[in-house]
T-cell receptor
């Protein structure tokens, strides 16, 4: 089983739709969780950290479920500019070695 | 915000040559820098973790004699691909870890696209 797994998609949604991605992780000792966004042929950019209590940033909501070992990202009112690959990152221990998921591709169409 | 630069942004070289890629944190000191490689439509693969002043820790399957990492200061790490071959063609991305605050976050450089002919 891979350490961090994501559905590669693509998720093809119309503008204005709500879309959710999940990411599962295998290491129960994982301590830090992040969502990154990567545009085609560009470097990943931090979208948001994921906190135990869940957190929201505008149209984006991240949740952590430690019992089931997954994190989620919810995007409301999708925009065309949200089209990208969303990478789940999980890190463990004090040395913080990050592990990336393969990414989930989102395509928002008019 | 935290800015990480990489140089060069792209390079084309002949098989057998060595290529050096620089990664700099411009407005913060990076306790740790990471080097990744990404093939088309693949996930980022961590190659090595580099702490300033110490030897890099390489991931399994990554040849340390082929991918030389030097982390001379808290703002600069270099990756040298020695005797590059076409199979080394990839997108190489560095990131710098900015410690402190509630969480440790890493910031990515813009990447270097290497093409070996």
């Amino acid at each position: 089983r891979k350490e961090v797994e994501q559905d590669p998609g693509p998720f093809n949604v119309p503008e204005g739709a709500t879309v959710a991605f999940n990411c599962t992780y295998s290491n129960s000792a994982s301590q830090s969780f992040f969502w990154y966004r990567q545009d085609c042929r560009k470097e990943p950019k931090l979208l948001m950290s994921v906190y135990s209590s869940g957190n929201e940033d505008g149209r984006f909501t991240a949740q952590l479920n430690r019992a089931s070992q997954y994190i989620s990202l919810l995007i409301r009112d999708s925009k065309l500019s949200d089209s990208a690959t969303y990478l789940c990152v999980v890190a463990s221990g004090g040395s913080y070695i990050p592990t990336f998921g393969r990414g989930t591709s989102l395509i928002v169409h008019p | 915000g935290a800015v990480v630069s990489q140089h060069p942004s792209w390079v084309i070289c002949k098989s057998g040559t060595s290529v050096k890629i620089e990664c700099r944190s411009l407005d913060f000191q990076a306790t740790t820098m990471f080097w990744y490689r990404q093939f088309p439509k693949q996930s980022l693969m961590l190659m090595a973790t580099s702490n300033e002043g110490s030897k890099a820790t390489y991931e399994q399957g990554v040849e340390k004699d082929k991918f030389l990492i030097n982390h001379a200061s808290l703002t600069l790490s270099t990756l040298t691909v020695t005797s590059a071959h076409p199979e080394d063609s990839s997108f190489y991305i560095c990131s710098a870890r900015r410690a402190g605050g509630n969480t440790d976050t890493q910031y990515f450089g813009p990447g270097t696209r290497l093409t070996v002919l």
